[in-house]
């Protein structure tokens, strides 16, 4: 009886005639990711700023970075699993592409059978998109080797994941409200991306010199000279992207570049300097710098801080770039990451050797917290799972 209401229900929900032979209703299956509307794995704050969005709805020129990213040799590896185990693959490989991309704001455009296109800066616009796209990338290639070690211990499968960008100009069509979108690419800007992507090995990302242009300073480049592609009317010179830079805002690498002399802030530079004497004194100071955009704020900070390094105090920093607002609490983590000394190649393990014996050396009571503070800067502990 359970039986026949349970499938009278799903009758009535499906809104289809009834005819039962006994047993059981089969399982609903999950739609995989590939297939589903776009509004449905887009994450809601996104897909309500699109929605908002006056020119994603319009449609229009705008400057972006496409990014292609697909499994090397799938045909291959599809042959050495069941097909329903393949399609499970993909489908958690595809879930991990989407997050990756949402998470620098940037948006799935179409599955390719095996990978993804996205774009950054359209249907949102951010004047840091080529930023945004290598950023999603590098995060995209840390997740992704994770998840192909995972398949080689699991399934002996040599999963592994190539990714190419280009930065130009696409057109940008109408967006419906089901977030579907229609972009057609304005000369390669599309094409060379994904050129770039088939030319990447395995578990590299490969970028032109338009988006290497966009982002130098920020990220580690290597350059690896021009190559002829198929549909490019000359060379391409390409790039290797292979981590984050040194430089961290545009202030950064304009210092890099060359700043010209620092003058007329003697006053404002006089009022850093008496909240940092009280501070010495052990009151410390909170000191908000405000101001209209382009009069300096940025250097006047940078200035006083090298004055402080200087005469030999600790200065640690943190940024609230717009792509981190999905992270919570990213000023924090990158303030404590700066006070414990960690680095971005460092393992877990060398993670939680400088987080355990900076507080040790402090107070050898905070032993018991240090797998609270493990998990808050998320760096695994295989003692507490």
Known sequence: IEELVEIQRV?????????????????????????????????????????????????????????????KGSLELAEQVDPEEWHRILDRFFQILADGVHRFEGTVNQYTGDGIMALFGAPIAHEDHAQRACYA??????????????????????FSVRIGLNSGEVIVGKIGDDLRMDYTAQGHTVGLAQRMEQLAPPESTYLTDQTARLVEGFFRLRDLGEFDLKGAGQPVRAFELEDVGALRTRLEVSRARGFSKF???????????????????????????????????????????????????????????????????????????????????????????????????????????????????????????
Request: one cysteine or more; hydrophobic letters at 40%.
């Open 137 to 158: 990338a590098l995060h995209l290639r840390d997740e992704l080797r994770r998840y192909a070690d995972e398949l080689r211990r699991t399934k002996a499968l040599s």
């Open 263 to 385: 003058v007329g802030r003697d006053r404002e530079m006089a009022s850093l300097e008496s909240a940092l004497a009280q501070a010495g004194e052990g009151r410390g100071q909170v000191v908000g710098v405000v101001g209209e955009a382009g009069v300096g704020k940025s250097r006047l900070c940078l200035e006083f801080v090298e004055r402080c390094r200087a005469r030999g105090i600790a200065v640690y920093e943190a940024h609230c770039p717009a792509h981190g607002k999905a992270v919570p609490f990213l000023p924090l983590l990158e303030l404590l990451r700066a006070y414990f000394g960690i680095a971005e190649r460092d393992t877990a393990a060398e993670a939680r050797r400088k987080i355990a014996g900076t507080l040790l050396l402090l107070d050898e009571g905070m032993r018991e917290l240090l797998p609270l503070v493990f998990d808050f800067m998320g760096v695994p502990d295989p003692e507490h799972p």
């Open 11 to 71: 009758a009535v929900r499906d809104g289809r005639a009834l005819a039962w032979a006994g047993g059981a209703p089969p399982a609903p299956t999950e739609t995989p990711a590939r297939e589903r509307n776009p509004r449905d794995y887009t994450p809601k704050h996104l897909a309500d700023k699109i929605l908002q969005s006056k020119s994603a709805l319009e449609g229009e020129r705008k400057q972006v970075t496409v990014l292609f990213a697909d499994v």
